[in-house]
């Protein structure tokens, strides 16, 4: 590998980014010991204590592991990473594109979202429904501003992912509407379709009113599948 000299404020999270951009494109593969520790600062032109906290990160991020003789060992990602992972993805050389991870997360969103109206539906307290509804017609005055039906559709949808009880989803969904996945950066085109459909608004949160668990999914499933991209995927 070619010496790569970085700069020098944040020195611990770009020597984290290089590496993990390393594990992410192949050139460090999986089972493979992670260079030395003083190479690495040599090579990096960087101390030691930036290249530890490096490797720290690495660990939390379930890159890597501490073998039990002292190496530290790649992991294969796809097997131990999670979800805070995405945005290194897409920005790692070999690594999936922005537009297939923007599509990936869209297809999660939308099958989250389904599964989160059925369990609203089923789990909601009379408060939560009441919220529900009223968000839902403040989302009907919201139109047809795109960025507005934005805002108010990211607040309607976080009343019904509360409204299931499912803390898992509550989480992704924080990660999805917060921009640790790429959705948070979709263009308002491509989800002018969900976006308008104010009818399919009023008629989901009138499905989860009347505890109509699985009305409420297909019609979720249906609206948010509308913004996920029609072009074909890349395999890799």
């Known amino acids: 590998m070619t010496q790569r000299h970085i700069r020098r404020e ?15 494109g192949g050139a460090l593969p999986p089972g493979s010991a992670l260079t030395a520790e003083r190479d690495l600062a040599a090579e990096f032109g960087v ?9 720290k990160r690495l660990q939390q991020a379930r890159l890597v592991e501490v073998s039990h003789g002292g190496r530290t060992l790649v992991l294969d990602w796809r097997h131990t990473a999670g979800l805070d992972l995405a945005v290194g993805i897409a920005a790692a050389d070999g ?23 059925r369990l609203c539906a089923l789990r909601r307290s009379d408060s939560a429904a009441a919220r529900i509804v009223r968000a839902t017609d403040r989302y009907a005055r919201s139109g047809p501003d795109l960025v507005e039906l934005g805002a108010a559709d990211v607040d309607w949808w976080r009343l019904i ?14 990660s999805l509407v917060s921009g640790t996945l790429p959705v948070a950066d979709v263009p308002d085109d491509l989800r002018t379709a969900e976006l308008l459909d104010v009818e399919a608004h009023l008629r989901l949160a009138a499905h989860i009113e009347a505890r109509e668990a699985e009305p409420a999914e297909r019609l979720a499933r249906e609206l948010l599948s509308r913004s996920v991209p029609t072009t074909p995927k890349a395999v890799r």
């Open 10 to 24: 944040a020195v611990s999270d770009q020597v984290f980014a290089l590496l993990r951009d390393r594990i992410l």
């Open 161 to 174: 992912v509360e409204g299931s009880g499912n803390l898992a989803y509550l989480l992704a969904f924080n």
């Open 95 to 117: 690594g999936p594109s922005v537009q297939d991870l923007t599509r990936d997360a869209l297809e999660m969103r939308a099958c989250i979202g389904a599964d989160a109206a």
């Open 47 to 55: 101390n030691r204590h930036a290249v530890r906290e490096a490797v």
